[in-house]
């Protein structure tokens, strides 16, 4: 079965971009009287389905890294007995899960302790010494939210990551001289060094660090290699569920 496709350039264009017209689907060059599909801006799923649909030669405008193997997920067969038995076992843990539980009396006056101490701990915090970082992470490229960046204290393991709003605020307050490393894959690498009074938000911009290829795309079909029996048998239990 044809699962598989891999796409390439095999004679890159020398055309540049910017003199194209621009269209809904990319741009349009005048020198081969053609629409040049766009697929920077695509993810995995948006390629396949167009090539999936598509018939005709195309022209496109890759990165580098979309020039690979794409692999087609398998739509799921779910069998209607199975159905109904997961739909019992699933409504039978809701009303487990929903009986009263009785918890232990907790002690409320040593709770409000805590938390007054916590509180008397931040009010005492040299608020000159370190500070809180956030702020939000943005592509060059085109200037929306990057979601899933990781910032890092460089030299260490310690971070977090963007939301899906490029949003971050790093879990622990850090000193001036500090330096975060902002990284994801098929960007630069960017570098932030905490500077005196940076209790505010920041906004750093990626840019793409691989190289952008126009040329019309070669389409090969990949057939994947039969799977052994236990393997077969094995996806079959896998897919009742």
Not at 16 to 34: A, L, R
Not at 153 to 165: F, L, P, Q, Y
Not at 176 to 181: N, P
Not at 204 to 212: A, D, E, P, Q, W
């Amino acid at each position: 079965m044809k699962n598989q496709i891999s796409l390439d350039i095999k004679k890159p264009c020398s055309e540049n971009w910017e003199s194209f017209t621009s269209t809904s689907d990319g741009g349009f060059c005048s020198s081969c009287s053609k629409t040049v599909i766009d697929f920077t801006k695509m993810n995995d799923d948006e390629i396949l389905n167009f090539f999936n649909n598509q018939t005709k030669q195309t022209c496109g405008r890759f990165r580098s890294d979309q020039l690979k193997h794409y692999t087609y997920s398998k739509p799921l067969n779910i069998r209607p007995g199975f159905s109904l038995l997961k739909a019992g076992l699933i409504s039978l843990f809701v009303f487990l899960a929903s009986r009263p539980s009785f918890a232990a009396p907790t002690n409320e006056r040593a709770k409000l302790e805590v938390v007054q101490s916590f509180d008397q701990q931040e009010k005492n915090r040299p608020v000159d010494l370190d500070y809180l970082i956030k702020g939000v992470v943005k592509s060059k490229d085109d200037g929306q939210p990057m979601p899933g960046v990781n910032i890092l204290v460089k030299g260490s393991t310690e971070g977090t990551i963007s939301d899906a709003n490029g949003q971050f605020v790093f879990p622990r307050r850090l000193k001036e001289g500090d330096v975060l490393i902002f990284s994801f894959i098929g960007f630069d690498t960017m570098e932030y060094v905490v500077r005196k009074d940076a209790n505010e938000t920041i906004e750093l911009t990626m840019g793409l660090s691989y190289s952008i290829m126009l040329g019309e795309v070669a389409v090969e079909q990949v057939y994947k290699p039969k799977q052994s029996g236990i393997k077969r048998t094995w996806q079959k239990v896998k897919s009742l569920f």
